[in-house]
């Protein structure tokens, strides 16, 4: 035998020994369910430097204000933080859903980011369950019925919700 024979041999009979069919079969289904969760991401590009609107009309700390079109929950804005970034002790979730929502100052439709902030319990102010656009829950990229703090890997309590530019339609 050469030595690459060798060594897979080596490997698979240390295998053998350690693991058992269940755990490497449970080790496989992690690695695909991982997987298949960040496949959902792929298809939206999540720029922190996307294009912002010239003209912001609103007030953030409102539910009408024409960024939170699909959001469900508690304003970041009222709870210490901004419509763009998580309060203090709490961190933003990875994993979001997406809104498309036009921007009455300049007519355009811009594509928002709806981040989750995870870490202290809802803070329990401004809440606005706008649902222009939502999918059910079997299309979780634009669901807005789902725990996203499940994905921060810190902590899975919900505090409130963000809702950040991450694109424009330069055609509308």
Known sequence: MNWLDKLAENVSRVAARRLSRRSALAGLGALLAGGAAGAV????????????????????SSCDYWRYCAIDGYL????????????????????????????PGDGKD?????????????CGQCGCMRNEGD???YQPGSSNNLNWCTGSGVDIIYNCSTAIIIGVDDES
């Open 41 to 60: 991401l792929l298809p939206v590009s999540r720029r922190a430097d996307a294009a912002a609107p010239n003209e912001d009309p609103g007030d953030p």
């Open 76 to 103: 970041c804005s009222c709870c210490g933080g901004s419509h763009t970034a998580c309060p203090p002790g709490t961190i933003m979730s990875p994993i979001t859903w997406i809104g498309t929502c036009r921007n």
């Open 110 to 122: 811009y594509i928002i980011s709806y981040n989750d902030c995870c870490g202290q319990s809802g």
């Open 135 to 137: 999918s059910p829950a």
